[in-house]
């Protein structure tokens, strides 16, 4: 009965241990007027979804736009106040992120992005 726990305590911390989420993040103080932030998935498998966390403060009015590798825009944020609180946790099917930040004056602050591509990893045996 022992061994059969031990056993089983085993394969859970094994498949538990096999896929674990790791997020990316980038850290920008003092964005540039009419920056373009450019974000790849390295790894090229097949893309699904995308979880992207976009938080930070602005002293200035500011619009900024999520799009894909093609330039549809997906999201537009527009931050009250200069607070920026945004999340995107949907299908995504491209390789790259592009975050455009446009603004009529350079605003100082800081905006921190955390992201991860979904993927369909394609396993070989």
Same mark, same amino acid.
């Given at each position: ?7 089983? !305590?085993?394969? @859970? ?5 096999? $896929? ?12 540039? !007027?009419? &920056? ?13 979804? @995308?979880?992207? *966390?976009?938080?930070? *403060? ?13 330039? $549809?825009? !997906?999201?537009?944020?527009?931050? *009250?106040?200069?607070?920026? *609180? ?6 995504? %099917? ?10 009529? &004056? ?5 905006? &921190? ?7 369909? %990893? &394609? %396993?070989? %045996?």
């Amino acid at each position: 009965m022992v061994k059969k726990i031990f056993l089983l !305590l085993g394969i @859970l911390i094994v498949f538990s241990s096999c $896929h674990t989420v790791t997020y990316k993040k980038i850290n920008i103080d003092n964005p540039d !007027l009419n &920056n373009e932030i450019i974000i790849k998935n390295e790894n090229k498998e097949s893309v699904y979804g @995308l979880y992207c *966390k976009i938080d930070g *403060k602005v002293n200035d009015v500011i619009e900024m736009e999520l799009t894909n590798e093609d330039g $549809h825009v !997906l999201a537009k944020i527009i931050p *009250k106040n200069g607070r920026i *609180k945004f999340i995107y946790d949907a299908d995504w %099917y491209s390789n790259e992120l592009k975050i455009k930040i446009f603004s009529n &004056n350079t605003p100082s602050g800081y905006i &921190n992005i955390v992201y991860k591509f979904k993927e369909i %990893y &394609n %396993y070989k %045996y």
